[in-house]
């Protein structure tokens, strides 16, 4: 069997997804047609089309360090053509059916409702039109579970406001996540939002993108004080608890999306390591901006540390990756045998927050 046979067929999990970030050319172009919103310069289809491959290339030379700030910048000018519950849906299930056909049969999808509720669109709205396209998610073979994401660049108190407003959704949404701009925005300034979100019985999450201004730091927080002390896994009433990697210090987040500077540093590998906790990586977007040399060594170094990692493809729609061709390029990147790509799959049944990934039901 070929490698990419192997890869297409295997039965997948991806847990470091934005749905904002799957906006397709097409999506778009529909939306904003629905909508009658114009998008700058663009007068069709085959010319956003066309946007989307120029936009987002980084080119030689360019600071690299700014590649974060770059990219959300298209990634919130993009989204402004979703306002109705429809758009939010058609959304999630346009990624439900990729999913599908790439056998992706479990997802833990971010979205961030703060930047939408910026712009007008009720939280209402957003989350009746992701909720039914998840309520319709087993008829493609997908088990789907959303992850509310706050954004660090905006304040303290908007996030705390968006928590407390996602109250009536609370047995709906499994996570709490951190994303959007690093610079100067550390996890803890957030803490209020994540010990609310552990009274919702919510897991914690956060970006610790790569090579971010004080990313060390960002990682010790987020590994050892995010949302104050968890529940052990006897209060979490997991059946199997030993079928789930499960966090050992008191207190922290539950995984760490990206982190993958902890490779820098033995200190904290060796925190990421006894706190048991595992790493979403999405190391084919890295490696467009910083340069393999920059990323697969430290992909490499992570695994051979005995850190669970697991594969993801962040923003597909702008980053181009899919999760199977992040599989292949990361492969190929570190050369990874089929076991240790298998191996990255149990990970992510080991790290999901819902009992159901259920990998032998046939569709
Ligand atoms: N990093 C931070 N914020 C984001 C990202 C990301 O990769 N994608 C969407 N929001
Ligand atoms: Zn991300």
Known sequence: MSFSDFVTELPKCEQHLHIEGTLTAERRWLCAQANNIEI??????????GQYLTEYLYEEGQDATKYLQEFLEIYYASMNVLLTEDDFYHLALDYIKVAQAQNIRYLEAFFDPQAHTSRGVSLDTVMNGLLKAQGEASNYGVQLHWVLCILRDMSAESALETVRRAEPYKNKIIALGLDSDEHDNPPSKFQESFLMARKYGWKITSHCDVDQKNTHEHIRYAVTELGGKRLSPKQCELENP???????????????????????KEELLQLVKKANLGLTLCPMGYQKHLGPQNVFPKVKKIHQFGIPITLNSDDPAYLVYSKTET???VAEGCQFSFKEIYEFEKNAIKMAWTPDVDFKRKF
């Open 327 to 329: 599989i292949l390029g």
């Open 40 to 49: 700058p310069g663009v007068k069709s289809l085959e010319q956003l089309k």
């Open 242 to 264: 030993e079928l789930y990697l499960t966090p050992q210090l008191e207190s922290g987040a539950d995984r760490i999306d990206h982190g993958m500077n902890i490779a820098d």
